[in-house]
């Protein structure tokens, strides 16, 4: 059969029968198949097929012109299983003249297919969500068109669209109505917790219901008005913005806004008969595919700002702004795909869940939803395009797994833990203000790590002795430039008030690594968390850290002050930091201001040389805290934003236990108080062995005191370390089975 080609009226024309077909009256299979059918007519093929997704990784063949029909809803194959499967597989274009000879091809007897050669399969997606395969097939051997190929992914682009509105519902299980299914997502714990609740979407999805235009000029117009917008909007950003880096942000941002090849091919998309939004969001789709293959951050960061952009110009266009008269649920889930520190203290403690597409454990949205102790899961994939305002939604941080439009089993039982949960608590708040005594008599000093002034009202509620980490870099991450020093001082003091005599020790700023200042220029490093970070930048960068100390010295106003440093790696870094200490104190004096009646200077221990510093290091230091997180990833070389390789590595395991049990040793020796602060102190067993080892204090969240106290006082951790040696001395990996059956034992 010769070529036909599909030119720019053929594709518009096309176009126009797929509306005509859309606006008639008809059910789910029934518009398949006359899609099937034009399609095929239009391009001059035997065959044209739509298969589409019936769960995550099985295809289904939902319509056919030209295959037997008999194999309709009967055919299936697996993701990356035949050259339809490795449309799907990989998110592109198959297109090939031979396809018995192509590369993964599989002969399926049921279809009929065997007697066609030519074969051009194009994936049908939604920004970044697959949802089937788009085929035609000839008996002529020939590679289809670039027109042809064009023509498909346009077919393809409406086919995802019409999806989205509920234009293909039928029965089965590929044809079922989307966003009404069950679906269980699983993420990563962010933080720990479970919650029920009604999804509120940080960003309201855009629905573009005209697909199609007769009037290419009128669309361009269109378009050019909605882009010339978004650059007034960009530009006024960049005219407000004053910090250097962020205007070299915004340069970035403008650049995109103003690019001539992003107009031009959405210009060739309206020319070719989309409407203006289904121009930007074509071109939107492809960003989203290159940016899950981009391996390249920087290559990453640019395509996520097209993707914005993108947002932000079909809210122009469609007048679909980010208020859509939509009103907060009572029991907010919070559902996004990524969120700043700040957006979500915005929130604050009205949401009772958050769920994000991307993020990281230690990220700045982490590290509020810890300060505010919302359960939090990240990772979990899909689920901004899957959700809806107002679906249910239950939210289990402890598994990291979402339960979006859930069955009544899965209610129930969701149900019934939460209110185990509850039960739990009551009986922590009836010892809240028992010391922590564990059965043998021992003494163990349960602290709380903050970050916020909304945490300290939990100093009392929680039972906490007061604060072992307050963390002062969430003050500069929500915040587009450099907070004053009077700013910070009277936080502090304020935070010191609200501690009515409690200890509080204040970490001076921690950034880098994953935490890096709006307003500060980040560094292309090949692995931030071993690089200019904390107690680095500090000292290379002295001003920030002389200006908040002196805030923490007028805070204190006379009264007892605490400050540790952290990532302290050498004796040489705690000296330096020590002598900044001491200039601040000097100059203080020198303008008369109030010196704190007592200052301790301590040194968080997060990298395993500082357990080997020489004796004189812990002779000066006048508290030590073992920050565990970063100690754990550094002392098994583990990655803690890794998945593949975090949780292979235990921390009852017996080669970190005896490491952290020979720094107990040291500063039992030498006298230099000691505690241990981390995700793992507050969690019960460890708790438990970290104690029996002899770390006397412990910080952890808020939450977790009640339950680590719970078990502590009813166990003797004498006995416990016995078990603890036993196991060591059996050649154990790990001494946690030990640990557990002892445990058993005791109920």
Known sequence: ???????????????????????????????????????????????????????????????????????????????????????????????????????????????????????????????????????????????????????????????????????????????????????????????????????????????????????????????????????????????????????????????????????????????????????????????????????????????????????????ILTGQGNETGAEMPADPILVARNIGPGELLEYGRALKGIVLEEGSVGSHAAIVARALAIPLVIHAGGVTTEALNGDHIMVDGDQGLVHLRPDDTVVGAFRDKMAMQAKALERYASIRDTPCVAACGTRVHLNMNAGLMADLPSLEGSGAEGVGLFRTELQFLVRNQMPKRTELAALYARVLDAAKGKRVNFRTLDIGSDKVLPYMKPNDEPNPALGWRAIRVGLDRPGVMRMQLQALLRAADGRPLTVMFPFIAQFDEFRAGRAEMDKAIARERRLGHPIPEHIEVGAMLETPSLAYAPRKFFEEVDFLSIGGNDLKQFFFAADRENERVRRRYDTLNTSFLTFVEGIVTRCREIGTPLSFCGEDAGRPIEALCLAAIGVETLSMRPASIGPVKHLMMRVDLKALKSVIDDARDGGAQSVRPAVMEHLRELD
């Open 1 to 315: 059969m010769p070529d036909r080609g599909v030119g720019e009226s053929e594709s518009r024309k096309l176009l126009r029968r797929l509306r005509d077909t859309m606006a008639e009256e008809a059910a789910g299979q029934a518009r398949l198949d006359k899609i099937t059918h034009l399609t095929a007519d239009s391009m001059g093929t035997e065959v044209c097929s739509i298969y589409l997704f019936r769960d995550e990784v099985t295809l289904e063949l939902c319509a056919t012109e030209g295959l037997k029909e008999a194999a309709v809803h009967q055919t299936r194959m697996k993701l990356g299983e035949g050259l339809v499967g490795r449309v799907a597989k990989a998110g592109k274009v198959v297109n090939t003249a031979d396809a018995p000879a192509a590369r993964g091809f599989r002969y399926m007897p049921e279809t009929g297919e065997e007697i066609y050669s030519s074969f051009l399969g194009v994936p049908i997606q939604r920004l970044g969500e697959k949802l089937g395969v788009l085929v035609v097939q000839s008996r002529t051997a020939r590679e289809f068109t670039s027109d042809e190929v064009y023509a498909l992914e346009v077919v393809a682009m409406v086919l995802a669209e019409m999806a989205e509105l509920g234009a293909f519902v039928g029965e089965g299980a590929a044809l079922a109505a989307r966003h009404t299914e069950p679906r269980l997502m699983r993420g990563t714990m962010g933080q720990e917790g479970a919650a029920e609740g009604h999804v509120w979407l940080h960003e309201p999805r855009v629905v573009v219901t005209n697909l199609v235009a007769d009037d290419p000029t009128k669309e361009r117009a269109r378009l050019e008005e909605a882009v010339q917008s978004l650059q007034v909007s960009v530009d006024d950003l960049l005219a407000s913005a004053v910090d250097p880096e962020q205007r070299a942000v915004l340069e970035a941002y403008r650049m995109f806004a103003a690019s001539k090849g992003w107009m031009r091919r959405m210009e060739e998309d309206i020319d070719r008969g989309l409407s203006a939004e289904s121009a930007v969001e074509k071109q939107q789709s492809l960003a989203r595919a290159r940016l899950a293959q981009a391996p390249d951050p920087y290559l990453r960061e640019r395509l996520q700002d097209l993707d914005d952009l993108s947002n932000r110009l079909l809210r």
